[in-house]
């Protein structure tokens, strides 16, 4: 049976709408202003956005997933000239955010419908991304790919020199998800920086929520800055050996 694809009104913004899959929130796309973004996480990666490059500056994006596109038309609205590259694998999800939320003729965005791990082998072989964000959710589960270090090798190959990986996690508490797909990009490359950014409750395992991962070799000392500094609140950075022992455990 296919999905129940629905829009809910947003009652904090006359423009708002939350995009629902089988009743599970999906994403949030504020019509009139997609600067304006509503979930905790998807702010914590549009700092990522905002701090990798100067105010405007264009930059080349990769989202695995789709969704109602929330972060690519943040990008287009606030790096004009930006080429970006979405993919989902759900043709008939697509259509109906097109067609209810119609990206602008000239945001340099590109939609490719295809299964996340196709996509990173059938883009061309030299394209390379400043960006790639993988927010890969099926109402509110995760494909398994998502932990193996196989998956994220292929992601983390597409980096430009100095650019990032972002990786949503959706977890229960006690972070399973968080652990097995952050060791995921470890194993992947042993030699990338890497550091988890969230509510402190979610990232001890306490609480259920939302945590986002960004990688690289080398990430900017401003956009650590900017997720230590612009919330949303409460906040907190594991990095080293404070995020060692959420991956591996104590020794």
């Known amino acids: 049976m296919a999905p129940r694809i629905e829009f809910e009104a947003d009652v904090f913004s006359s423009t708002g709408l939350t995009l629902l899959v089988d009743g599970a929130a999906q994403s949030h796309v504020d019509a009139a202003d997609p600067t304006r973004l ?6 914590r990666i549009g700092h990522v956005v905002d701090a990798m490059a100067d105010p405007g500056a264009p930059l080349a994006v990769l989202h695995l997933g789709g969704g109602a596109m929330t972060l ?9 000239g930006s080429a970006q590259v979405v993919v989902d694998a759900d043709a008939r999800l697509v259509a109906i955010v097109r067609e209810r939320l119609p990206l602008p003729s000239d945001a340099g965005i590109a939609v490719m419908v295809a299964d996340a791990r196709d996509a990173l082998d059938r883009l061309p072989p030299g394209e390379r991304f400043d960006l790639v964000i993988v ?21 983390l190959d597409r980096l430009a020199a100095g ?5 949503n996690v ?34 001890a395992g306490a609480e259920e929520g939302n945590a986002v991962i960004v990688a690289g070799r080398g990430i900017p000392p401003r956009v650590l800055e900017r997720l230590r500094a612009a919330g949303p609140f409460p906040v907190e950075v594991l990095e080293g050996a404070r995020l060692d022992v959420v991956l591996w455990g104590a020794c």
């Not at 509503?38 to 702010?43: A, I, P, Q």
């Not at 890969?136 to 992601?155: G, H, I, K, N, S």
């Open 135 to 155: 927010d890969l959710y099926a109402r509110l589960e995760a494909p398994a790919f998502v932990d193996e270090p196989a998956f994220m090798r292929l992601a």
């Open 38 to 43: 509503f979930f905790e996480y998807v702010r």
């Open 72 to 80: 690519a038309r943040y990008v287009a609205a606030t790096r004009p």
């Open 170 to 203: 959706a977890d229960a508490a006690g972070g399973p998800r968080l652990a097995a797909q952050a060791r995921a990009v470890a194993r992947a490359d042993p030699a990338c920086d890497l550091v988890v950014v969230g509510p402190p409750a979610v990232l």
């Open 163 to 167: 650019g990032l990986l972002v990786v």
